[in-house]
Structures are given as C-alpha cells and as structure tokens.
C-alpha cells in the first residue's frame, strides 16, 4: 500500500507542483491505482483469513495490470504508434460539427493525450507508470506464491 500511496503521490506532485497536468488516459490509470489502494486496503484488514487475503492480492494484480494496460497503450498513443481516444488527441476535430467545435472551444482546455508532457530518459510518465505496474504486479504475485507454500 506504500507503494501505491508513492505512485499516487508523485502523479500528484507533478500535477500540482510541477504543473504538469494529466490527459484523460493518464486519469483511467490513477483511477487503476486508486482502486488498487482501496482493495489493498480492505485486503489488509481482512489478512487473518487466508482465502481473503489471497483472494484480494488476486484482484490487486488485475486492478494494477488493468492499469498497465492503459499505461502501454497510452505509450502507444504517444509513440503514434496508434490513434488515442478522439477526446484527447489532435486528430478528434475532423468529424465534428459547426455546434460540437463551438462546445469544444468554449469547454476547458483539454491535454493532450498524444503529446508527452514529461519525459526522463526518453521515457514519459505512461512508460514509467507501466513499468511500476508490473513490478508491483510481480511483487504481489510473488507474495501469493510465498502464501501458498
């Protein structure tokens, strides 16, 4: 759960620190996060009972490897190595009409889903964050291997 709270807490940081705001596939993976932490949570508090517990380390993998997913796609959408959602990347405005541009002017600016707003090592956020969920993934379901034995 600890490092669950890092993870989440460094995107925060980024966001609200640095600046860095996230895109709409950015948001779906700290949503896997969030979810993870609450089902880490009830699974901790529920750890006496061994079927629980293993039980809700199971749902924790997928919950983070769902995460994963959305992390390697979006590395995809910013690798253009294929097309994002509409909604967030620069290719949405050819299909919409006179009244859905207006909407999409006069509505909040939205981040770009195709763009990295942050790299280090000429990897972005979404690679990093993929990378963390399959560590965490990994670790967890080493733990169930060392619950079973």
Same mark, same amino acid.
């Given at each position: 759960m600890?490092?669950?709270v890092g993870v989440l807490g460094t995107a925060y940081f980024f966001e609200h620190v640095l600046d860095i705001h996230p895109c709409a596939l950015c948001q779906y993976q700290r949503l896997a996060w969030w979810i993870a932490l609450g089902v880490a949570g009830?699974?901790?508090y529920l750890r006496r009972k061994?079927?629980?517990?293993l039980t809700g380390l199971t749902l924790t993998i997928v919950v983070i490897l769902a995460g994963a997913a959305t992390a390697g796609y979006h590395v995809g959408? &910013?690798?253009k *190595?294929?097309?994002?959602?509409t909604s967030c990347t620069s290719g949405? #405005?050819?299909d919409l009409d006179i009244n859905a541009l207006k909407d999409a002017i006069m509505s909040a600016p939205v981040i770009r889903c195709? &763009?990295?707003? *942050?790299?280090?090592?000429?990897i972005?956020?979404?690679?990093?964050? #993929?990378?963390?969920a399959l560590g965490a993934a990994t670790a967890i379901g080493l733990l169930i291997r060392k619950a079973m034995r």
């Open positions: 600890i490092f669950i009830v699974t901790f061994t079927t629980l517990l959408v &910013e690798q *190595w294929w097309e994002g959602p949405g #405005l050819n195709d &763009e990295v707003a *942050w790299s280090l090592f000429g972005s956020m979404a690679g990093y964050n #993929l990378v963390l």
